[in-house]
Structures are given as structure tokens and as C-alpha cells.
């Protein structure tokens, strides 16, 4: 039912949430999981010798990457198949709508919240955006 599950990811509680959720349909399923995190394109710079607009968004991609790394050894552990990918775009929403798409996932599981935003709100604008744009289905976790 689901071979390929999504789990947007920024190290928020619902991100972590969203992922414990998803490692258990993907032993139930027998799925794979792409864990991605999106890295902006959109990085402001020091004009004033600091690091090129290119390096910057390479650090940034490295990091993040370094990030992915540490989920890895509970996900062998777990021996569930799985990719984990630092994505870079200029809109969140789009960018995780486009890697669902070009890899046909058939499910994405994410938080409710990330780490920007407001906490009153309900849902967050990166979480509503997916769940009205997506054409597969998204479970939301709180």
C-alpha cells in the first residue's frame, strides 16, 4: 500500500513525531522512507567578504546532510530501506511537493509544526501547504 513513504524533516518535536510514526508503517508496509530537509536557496550574504552565495547554501547543505546522518543508525537498526536527502529550492512547499512527485512517493508523514511559525497556529503553513497541494495522501502528526 505504501512503498514509499516522506518525512519532511527539521529536528522539531513533530518532525521527530512525524518520523517514529513513519519507521512504523514502513515495518509494517515493508516501505522505503525519504527523509528530506529543505535547504533554501533564498541565503542572504555578506557583500563584504564573506562567503560566496554558492558556498553558503553548500554549508548550509552540508550541515543539514550532517543532521540526516544521525537518524541513520536507528533506521538500519530497524533494517527499513531509505534515502535521506538535503533538498534545496526557493519554496518549502514546492520543493517537497516536486521530490514527492519525482519519486512517486505514496505517503507523506509530517509534523503538524516545524521550527518556524507561530505555535498558536493550529497548523502550520508548510504542513497545510502539503496537505492541500500534495497528490498523494499526508498524515499530519501533532
Known amino acids: 500500500m505504501f512503498e514509499h513513504i516522506m518525512v519532511p524533516y527539521d529536528k522539531s518535536e513533530p518532525a521527530n513525531r512525524a518520523l517514529e510514526y513513519a519507521m512504523d508503517l514502513a515495518k509494517k508496509y515493508s516501505s ?82 516545524g521550527l518556524g511559525g507561530f505555535k498558536k497556529l493550529l497548523l502550520g503553513s508548510v504542513a497545510s501547504g502539503v496537505l492541500q497541494h500534495s497528490r498523494c495522501p499526508v498524515w499530519i502528526v501533532k
Not at 46 to 55: F, K, L, Q, R, T
Not at 68 to 80: A, D
Request: hydrophobic share 40%.
Open 32 to 113: 522505503k522512507i525519504s527523509i528530506v530537509t529543505y535547504v533554501s536557496m533564498n541565503v542572504s550574504y555578506s557583500a563584504d567578504g564573506g562567503a560566496s552565495y554558492v558556498e553558503m547554501v553548500k554549508l548550509q547543505k552540508k550541515s543539514a546532510e550532517y543532521d540526516l546522518s544521525k537518524l541513520e543508525p536507528k533506521l538500519q537498526e530497524l533494517k527499513i530501506p531509505y534515502c535521506i536527502k538535503a533538498i534545496e529550492g526557493t519554496s518549502i512547499t514546492e520543493t517537497l511537493i516536486s521530490y514527492a512527485e519525482m519519486h512517486r512517493v505514496n505517503l507523506i508523514v509530517m509534523g503538524s509544526r
